[in-house]
T-cell receptor
Framework: GNSVTQMEGPVTLSEEAFLTINCTYTATGYPSLFWYVQYPGEGLQLLLKATKADDKGSNKGFEATYRKETTSFHLEKGSVQVSDSAVYFCAGMGSARQLTFGSGTQLTVLP | EAGVAQSPRYKIIEKRQSVAFWCNPISGHATLYWYQQILGQGPKLLIQFQNNGVVDDSQLPKDRFSAERLKGVDSTLKIQPAKLEDSAVYLC???????????FGQGTRLTVV
């Protein structure tokens, strides 16, 4: 079956630092890939997505590129803010149209 | 556009009691999912509906969990009897038939004591 392996957390950064959260997937075929974010006390929100190889998803300064050769979808942001503190989930959706999630990475950004 | 609505937000029950959760998806979304999110883990799929039919319930513990989606709109998820290990956040999500983006509700946090 499909699986998503995500970088373990927690991650603590200072404001304006560079962020990378690694994500790799195992799937039959080429799933659509997503990053979801969960702010404290809120539900899961879609942050960005990519539906095919070499696609780059971007939103709110975050980016991730669908790398077929390394089966990866790493999340990056050049300069994080305190307001980016949240839990980030990598997820894949295959032909069954079901989301398979990674374990989540807790990000804390300090002022 | 209204989002996915879930109720209640919080529930505390004793083990062996029963509990039910309700979900109202975004209007027009044919696909509805229930996920279980245990603290510190990613959400795990319990059941997927398309309209009022079950697409996949292979990961639903059917000896104690049941779910239905009457008329292809609202859905309820029931646990009877609850166990301590059922303590988790139960998330409902919906998706349009021909899109890949799923929209999540805020979840119901269940504590079994």
């Amino acid at each position: 079956g499909n699986s998503v392996t995500q970088m373990e957390g927690p991650v603590t950064l200072s404001e304006e630092a560079f962020l990378t959260i690694n994500c790799t997937y195992t799937a039959t075929g080429y799933p659509s890939l997503f990053w979801y974010v969960q702010y404290p006390g809120e539900g899961l929100q879609l942050l960005l997505k990519a539906t095919k190889a070499d696609d780059k998803g971007s939103n709110k300064g975050f980016e991730a590129t669908y790398r077929k050769e390394t089966t990866s979808f790493h999340l990056e942001k050049g300069s994080v803010q305190v307001s980016d503190s949240a839990v980030y989930f990598c997820a894949g959706m295959g032909s069954a149209r079901q989301l398979t999630f990674g374990s989540g990475t807790q990000l804390t950004v300090l002022p | 556009e209204a989002g996915v609505a879930q109720s209640p937000r919080y529930k505390i029950i004793e083990k062996r009691q029963s509990v039910a959760f309700w979900c109202n998806p975004i209007s027009g979304h044919a696909t509805l999912y229930w996920y279980q999110q245990i603290l510190g883990q990613g959400p795990k799929l319990l059941i997927q509906f398309q309209n009022n039919g079950v697409v996949d319930d292979s990961q639903l513990p059917k000896d104690r969990f049941s779910a239905e989606r009457l008329k292809g709109v609202d859905s309820t998820l029931k646990i009877q009897p609850a166990k301590l290990e059922d303590s988790a956040v139960y998330l409902c999500a919906s998706r349009p038939l021909r899109d890949t983006e799923a929209f999540f509700g805020q979840g119901t946090r269940l504590t079994v004591v």
